[in-house]
């Protein structure tokens, strides 16, 4: 028999950018565990959002696609109000959208830095605003910020990648400490390099030279996949979380470990 302290049996889960990729992944995985899920994307991304849908739906749970940019900051508050009035409630969100833009500090440009702050940071904080009202109301909550092993240590062009995900990592101390008080954890999660639609477009490396990297930079000598990322999550979401809050759990397969 499963664990019950990790069930996530009667809940309801609100994943950002789970069209495709580690929000996908975490998506099917929350369902999985017994949750009911609202997945979000971009509105050109709903279409492949429907399919995530699908796939949860497949594990016997409920769900929604919303169309959720998290850019457009007037529109999240709405879009959490919907969420709850078709599910009955919030308990867990998992902010994940996220983009990079890789360039050598000398070339980043005002949009470059503005894009990728405004998506990876801005828009993590104002999705945990609006769901954390709710789940005050509720008298309790699990927000689950998806940041990076970039998030504590530098790589060379992720100027503002490496600002974002490290301004994600202390965000989720500060929201942590505020709303303990109201039985909501905040907790962020760190993965290394791992094979998804968005990692593999921005990546024009040979193949060579990626296993280069990855013998240099990664004990575990592979890029992870999404699905390895779904247990970290899980234990966030989980009743068994309750006295974790404010961690940057990281799962890198050893990057910041050498
Ligand atoms: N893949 C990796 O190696 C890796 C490593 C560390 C952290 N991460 C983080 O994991 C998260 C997911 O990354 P991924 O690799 O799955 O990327 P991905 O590009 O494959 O998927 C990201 C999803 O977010 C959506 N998205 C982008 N901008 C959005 C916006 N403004 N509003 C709503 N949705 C938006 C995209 O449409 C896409 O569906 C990101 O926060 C990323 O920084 C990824």
Redesign the pocket.
């Known amino acids: 028999m499963a664990y019950a302290g990790l069930s996530l049996e009667g809940q309801v889960a609100l994943v ?9 992944a975490l998506a099917i995985g929350l369902a999985e565990a017994g949750a009911d899920v609202a997945v ?3 509105p ?2 709903l279409d ?2 429907k399919t995530t849908q699908q796939l949860v739906e497949g594990k016997g749970k409920r769900c929604r696609a919303y169309a ?5 900051v007037g529109n999240i508050q709405g879009t959490v109000n919907q969420v709850v009035a078709d599910f009955g409630r919030l308990d867990i969100l998992v ?6 833009v890789r360039r050598l500090a000398l070339d980043v440009s005002p949009e470059d830095w503005d894009a990728v702050i405004d ?2 940071l801005k ?1 993590t904080f104002f999705c945990a605003q609006a769901a954390a009202r709710h789940m005050v109301d509720q008298g309790g909550g699990r927000i689950i910020n ?5 998030g504590t240590v530098g790589a060379t062009q992720r100027a503002a ?1 490496c600002a974002s ?1 490290g301004g994600v990592v202390n965000l989720t101390k500060v929201l942590a400490l505020e709303w303990i008080q109201h039985g909501i954890t905040v907790n962020a999660i ?10 593999l ?1 921005a990546d024009t490396r040979s193949d060579e030279e990626v296993a280069q990297d990855m013998e240099f930079h990664m004990p575990l000598g592979r ?2 996949e ?1 699905e390895e990322l779904v247990g970290a999550c899980v234990y966030l979401a989980s009743p068994s979380a309750g006295a974790t809050t404010g961690h940057h759990l990281i799962v890198d397969g050893g990057w910041t470990a050498l």
């Open positions: 950002t950018g789970s069209a495709r990729g580690i929000g996908k979000s994307d971009i050109s991304m492949e959002a959720l940019d998290v850019l457009d902010n994940n959208a996220g983009i990079r998506t990876n828009g998806i940041a990076s092993q970039m990648y995900k760190g993965p290394g390099p791992t094979s998804t639609p968005g990692m477009a890029r992870m999404p």
